[in-house]
């Protein structure tokens, strides 16, 4: 195991109606001038809005809102909403919905107090020296955003798609109420899953040797989604599989399971091309494109992956020959990911294998991981772009 530093610095408050605690907790954290920040309306259908405002009015907290955050966020609202809290001396960002509305929320938060372009994190310029406190009100098991000190934007002018991160954007704290989730369309909730799983996927395939309690870790949630995606897909109120959902979804980013360990991370970097080129869903990308570096990779280290096959999706274990078994739990994932209804080649998501030079070349351009369980050449890139393009069970 290699030496780590592990610091999480969120409150996390989970469990039903635990959002009428918004107010005093944003109290507690040292916030009185606040931004709500929400998406594209589900919070204000679902009366969560109405609730959150009303929790900010018992404890006397002035407030100003600000949503329209669409899915894989854009830098246009996060200039606005610097404006905004600039304009009105805002000293707390509270956002309201899934991992867009919170990454667009701390984006916000790190823009404020800097005299440059806020982008200047995303493309490397500059690092994050302060921040406005964020902290979340979770509607979506997803991104893990209520737990990571990451935000993802894309910026409009170009789609690029992007990431920064510092401990400063931590989220002071994350109300977790699994019956927010209840309201999801079964296409998001299985998105949100995969992304869960995928977060997992990206920290357990690793050169580290000797890190059994995160591998154990590791197996535990992505046994969990595997159990609970498809209880929440048949029964959607179901709360007690949306809890187990949404604490593994937060589990699965803070780190937790991934510390001591180096990590992948190059299915995300292949993956957000994709959602940036054609604003698909993070997850249904992740579907198409976690399967297909599988594959382009298990050869670098075979028994992993019939690790993964024999206690993860429960495949006995074939001695004679441990890349059989590789395989299979490659092909049980990839089952696993069309019985929740997500896509698994490039035609089922919306993409097109022409477009697979641009896509490469996008990677590029965004400083694409090279490293982690597989270096990868820029032809590697192509060949799993490929590989997702005419996947089938
Ligand atoms: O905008 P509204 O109307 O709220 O609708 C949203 C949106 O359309 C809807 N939704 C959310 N909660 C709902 C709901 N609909 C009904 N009932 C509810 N309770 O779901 C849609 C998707 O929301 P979004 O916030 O985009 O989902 P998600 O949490 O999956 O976030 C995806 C973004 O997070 C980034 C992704 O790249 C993507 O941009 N990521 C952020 C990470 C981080 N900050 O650490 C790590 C991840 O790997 C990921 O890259
Ligand atoms: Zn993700």
């Given at each position: 195991?290699?030496?780590?530093?592990?610091?999480?610095?969120?409150?996390?408050?989970?469990?039903?109606?635990?959002?009428?605690?918004?107010?005093?907790?944003?109290?507690?954290?040292?916030?009185?001038?606040?931004?709500?920040h929400f998406g594209g309306g589900s919070v204000i259908k679902s009366g969560l809005l109405d609730r959150v405002k009303k929790s900010l009015d018992e404890s006397g907290i002035f407030y100003l809102e600000l949503g329209g955050v669409k899915p894989n966020p854009?830098?246009?609202?996060?200039?606005?909403?610097?404006?905004?809290?600039?304009?009105?001396?805002?000293?707390?960002?509270?956002?309201?919905?899934?991992?867009?509305?919170?990454?667009?929320?701390?984006?916000?938060?790190?823009?404020?107090?800097?005299?440059?372009?806020?982008?200047?994190?995303?493309?490397?310029?500059?690092?994050?020296?302060?921040?406005?406190?964020?902290?979340?009100?979770?509607?979506?098991?997803?991104?893990?955003?209520?737990?990571?000190?990451?935000?993802?934007?894309?910026?409009?002018?170009?789609?690029?798609?992007?990431?920064?991160?510092s401990d400063l954007i931590r989220p002071a704290f994350s109300?977790?109420?699994?019956?927010?989730?209840?309201?999801?369309?079964?296409?998001?909730?299985?998105?949100?899953?995969?992304?869960?799983?995928?977060?997992?996927?990206?920290?357990?395939?690793?050169?580290?040797?000797?890190?059994?309690?995160?591998?154990?870790?590791?197996?535990?949630?992505?046994?969990?989604?595997i159990k609970e995606t498809p209880r929440v897909i048949a029964d959607p109120n179901n709360y007690d599989a949306r809890a187990n959902i949404m604490w593994a979804g937060c589990v699965a980013h803070t780190n937790i399971v991934g510390v001591g360990r180096?990590?992948?991370?190059?299915?995300?970097?292949?993956?957000?091309?994709?959602?940036?080129?054609?604003?698909?869903?993070?997850?249904?990308?992740?579907?198409?494109?976690?399967?297909?570096?599988?594959?382009?990779?298990?050869?670098?280290?075979?028994?992993?992956?019939?690790?993964?096959?024999t206690r993860i999706f429960g495949l006995p274990m074939n001695f004679e020959n441990p890349e059989a078994t590789a395989k299979e739990g490659i092909r049980a994932f990839r089952r696993f990911l069309r019985e929740i209804g997500m896509p698994i080649n490039f035609?089922?998501?919306g993409a097109k294998e022409e477009d697979i030079p641009v896509l490469v070349e996008k990677f590029g351009l965004n400083g694409g991981k090279t490293g982690g369980f597989v270096a990868l050449s820029s032809e590697d890139i192509a060949s799993i772009y490929k590989i997702a393009a005419h996947a089938s069970l």
């Amino acid at each position: 195991m290699n030496n780590f530093q592990f610091y999480s610095s969120t409150e996390f408050v989970f469990g039903k109606d635990q959002e009428s605690k918004a107010g005093a907790l944003v109290k507690k954290h040292g916030g009185s001038r606040v931004l709500i920040h929400f998406g594209g309306g589900s919070v204000i259908k679902s009366g969560l809005l109405d609730r959150v405002k009303k929790s900010l009015d018992e404890s006397g907290i002035f407030y100003l809102e600000l949503g329209g955050v669409k899915p894989n966020p854009r830098d246009t609202l996060v200039y606005e909403g610097i404006k905004i809290c600039r304009e009105n001396n805002i000293d707390f960002i509270l956002a309201v919905g899934g991992g867009s509305t919170i990454d667009s929320a701390k984006s916000i938060a790190m823009g404020v107090p800097y005299d440059g372009d806020f982008w200047d994190f995303y493309c490397g310029k500059a690092q994050i020296q302060a921040a406005l406190k964020v902290a979340t009100i979770l509607t979506i098991a997803a991104a893990g955003s209520e737990g990571s000190p990451d935000a993802v934007i894309t910026q409009e002018s170009t789609g690029l798609k992007r990431g920064a991160g510092s401990d400063l954007i931590r989220p002071a704290f994350s109300i977790l109420n699994p019956a927010l989730t209840c309201t999801l369309p079964a296409y998001q909730t299985a998105c949100g899953a995969t992304d869960i799983i995928a977060h997992v996927f990206e920290r357990y395939f690793t050169n580290t040797t000797e890190v059994e309690i995160t591998d154990r870790l590791c197996e535990a949630v992505i046994s969990t989604m595997i159990k609970e995606t498809p209880r929440v897909i048949a029964d959607p109120n179901n709360y007690d599989a949306r809890a187990n959902i949404m604490w593994a979804g937060c589990v699965a980013h803070t780190n937790i399971v991934g510390v001591g360990r180096e990590q992948d991370w190059n299915s995300h970097g292949i993956e957000h091309e994709l959602s940036g080129l054609y604003d698909v869903a993070h997850g249904a990308g992740l579907a198409v494109i976690m399967p297909a570096w599988m594959e382009f990779v298990m050869s670098h280290n075979v028994m992993r992956f019939a690790q993964m096959a024999t206690r993860i999706f429960g495949l006995p274990m074939n001695f004679e020959n441990p890349e059989a078994t590789a395989k299979e739990g490659i092909r049980a994932f990839r089952r696993f990911l069309r019985e929740i209804g997500m896509p698994i080649n490039f035609e089922e998501l919306g993409a097109k294998e022409e477009d697979i030079p641009v896509l490469v070349e996008k990677f590029g351009l965004n400083g694409g991981k090279t490293g982690g369980f597989v270096a990868l050449s820029s032809e590697d890139i192509a060949s799993i772009y490929k590989i997702a393009a005419h996947a089938s069970l």
